[in-house]
């Protein structure tokens, strides 16, 4: 059973940056398409990117594509969120999750990926 990994969240001032990591220990990262999620308190999880098995196509969420940079590095097995220019809003549990396939799905829903984290703790707060 695929277990992931996430680490890199934490407390910053807005305007800060934090980098989120996901792996996979003991699996090959590289045959799955990875998505990142937060969910805050009394919401829905949403989608916030995905990058698919090559690297080579990503998305993201209207509110943050201009802010979040998805990336991944196969040959050591994780993938990455960089989020710059950090607001309040962005302040909840972020998640990473992995599709059986090599492809991210055309809309970000929960039920496309199979696999999931424990998530780790974004507070954006000055």
């Known amino acids: 059973q695929l277990q992931l990994v996430e680490s890199g969240g934490g407390l910053v001032q807005p305007g800060e940056s934090l980098r989120l990591s996901c792996a996979a220990p003991?699996?090959?990262?590289?045959?799955?398409?990875i998505g990142w999620f937060r969910q805050a308190p009394g919401k829905e999880r949403e989608g916030v990117s995905c990058i698919r098995d090559s690297g080579h196509s990503t998305n993201y969420l209207d509110s943050v594509k201009d802010r979040f940079t998805i990336s991944r590095n196969n040959a050591n097995g994780t993938v990455h969120l960089q989020m710059n220019n950090l607001k309040p809003e962005d302040t909840t549990i972020y998640y990473c999750a992995a599709r059986s396939s090599y492809f991210c799905p055309s809309t970000l829903s929960l039920d496309r990926f199979g696999y999931w984290g424990q998530g780790t703790q974004v507070n954006v707060s000055s």
């Open positions: 003991g699996f090959t990262l590289g045959l799955y398409a």
